[in-house]
Nanobody
Framework: QVQLVESGGGLVQAGDSLSVSCAAS????????MAWFRQAPGKEREFVAG????????YYADAVKGRFTISRDNVKNTVYLQMNSLKPEDTAVYYC????????????????WGQGTQVTVSS
């Protein structure tokens, strides 16, 4: 079992930057691939970014590539999402998720989820 707690969401203006974090507890953190998903009102939850267990490889959705950066600290048991050049269409609840082994983009293949943190980007 692993518990995930997100923090750092908020209200920003278009073009601003924001960082969200996800702290993990309960199991050895570095056995889990980690990912960020987001869900906007009326839309399905979608993959945003993923990072391998060691942090050596990262993956991004096309919509955020070049603007968002995922990273992790296996000593602090924390995964981060740095979001730059934010757009109104980035507005969503952002969730972190964990699964053993490799990163995948499919929502229902993740075993553990945080409660989510709201990110709102005004135009």
């Amino acid at each position: 079992q692993v518990q995930l707690v997100e923090s750092g969401g908020g209200l920003v203006q278009a073009g601003d930057s924001l960082s969200v974090s996800c702290a993990a507890s309960g199991r050895t953190f570095n056995i889990f691939a980690m990912a960020w998903f987001r869900q906007a009102p009326g839309k399905e939850r979608e993959f945003v970014a993923g990072i391998t267990r060691s942090g050596s490889n990262t993956y991004y959705a096309d919509a955020v590539k070049g603007r968002f950066t995922i990273s992790r600290d296996n000593v602090k048991n924390t995964v981060y999402l740095q979001m730059n050049s934010l757009k109104p269409e980035d507005t969503a609840v952002y969730y972190c998720a964990a699964r053993r082994n490799i990163v995948v983009v499919t929502t229902n293949m993740y075993d553990y989820w945080g409660q989510g943190t709201q990110v709102t980007v005004s135009s």
